[in-house]
């Protein structure tokens, strides 16, 4: 079974940079799509961006331009490196893998806090 450990969150200021990582426990990391999502209090889980086995890739058209999702599969291990970071970026990020067969798994979720 797949399991996922995010971290790499922490308290920034308003245009600063963070990196998050999700590291995956699964041997065929390799085929498993991978994703980032975020959840803020009151709200709605959202898709922050994916990335494919085919290393395509996809975004929200809120952090188009400031995000990238990029996956090492030889550490498997999925990041998320956010610059040009708003308070509006402030949330629960949340690591994501659709498994074969055994459908979507999360991770924890690591705060992110964008605040002056």
């Known amino acids: 079974q797949v399991q996922l450990v995010e971290s790499g969150g922490g308290l920034v200021q308003p245009g600063e940079s963070l990196t998050l990582s999700c590291a995956a426990s699964?041997?065929?990391?390799?085929?498993?799509?991978m994703g980032w999502y975020r959840q803020a209090p009151g709200k709605q889980r959202e898709l922050v961006a994916t990335i494919a086995t085919t290393g395509n890739t996809r975004y929200a058209d809120s952090v188009k331009g400031r995000f990238t999702i990029s996956r090492d599969n030889a550490k498997n291990t999925v990041y998320l490196q956010m610059n040009s970071l708003k308070p509006e970026d402030t949330s629960v990020y949340y690591c994501?893998?659709?498994?074969?067969?055994?459908?979507?798994?999360w991770g924890p979720g690591t705060q992110v806090t964008v605040s002056s």
């Open positions: 994501n893998a659709r498994v074969p067969f055994s459908g979507d798994v």
């Open positions: 699964v041997t065929v990391f390799v085929g498993i799509a």
